[in-house]
């Protein structure tokens, strides 16, 4: 209400887990937010890292693209940017970390992938970011990317987390925090299941509403 009193653009940003995910998509969360007078809305997909990781706390693949279809209604209806870390791939062209787009710089200087891949290679205290930029580490995700032709899977953790295991195994590269590994280790099986379960329900959405059936047709 300040902020808004006072003539300052400001958003929210929202985690949406098994437990929020459609209540914060709601027109009555979406609303309320407009009218304390944000105008951009980021939504971040729950999923098993840092502290106390739970595999139980992340959307269903149904969840999921449940959100994905509200958010589109949202950018249509309402006077709100919206945008979602992980749905709205298409956007830009699948996955942006490793120096594509952007990269992460965590408070002990680790320069990771991702601000949700926490594993580094190198710290900025030791290199230079150009040096970095252009290490194994970083050019194994470029070299990779698109993970795969929908851009609705987008994610190397959570889409394609085959991608990461073999990156940081190959690289060598370290956690950048105690229990960091656990994303490769114990929830491997859980999260190929998820990601295979989500490929079911994605491929079928983006050959039906973003590939164009016939050359020249724009996708949506």
Sequence with gaps: ????????????????????????????????????????????????????PDMELMPTPEQRDYRRKRILEIRKSKKLIAADFWNDGPLVNGCMAGGKNYLHINANGDVEP?????????????????????SDFFM????????????LRPCCIIDNPYVLRNIVAKIGAYPTHNGAESIIGCFAKSLDKYAGDYKEIADKVWEEDYVPEEEGETAV
């Design 1 to 52: 209400d300040v902020l808004n009193d006072n003539g300052v653009l400001f958003g929210f940003s929202v985690t949406a887990t098994r437990d929020n995910n459609e209540l914060v998509v709601s027109d009555e969360f979406v609303d309320l937010l407009i009218e304390k007078g944000a105008f951009v809305g980021w939504y971040f997909n729950y999923i098993p890292i840092g502290k106390e």
């Design 114 to 134: 991702c601000v949700f891949v926490h594993f580094a290679a190198d710290n900025i205290k030791d290199k230079s970011l150009v040096d970095i930029l252009t």
């Design 140 to 151: 194994a995700f470029r070299k990779r990317q698109p993970y795969t032709e929908n851009h």
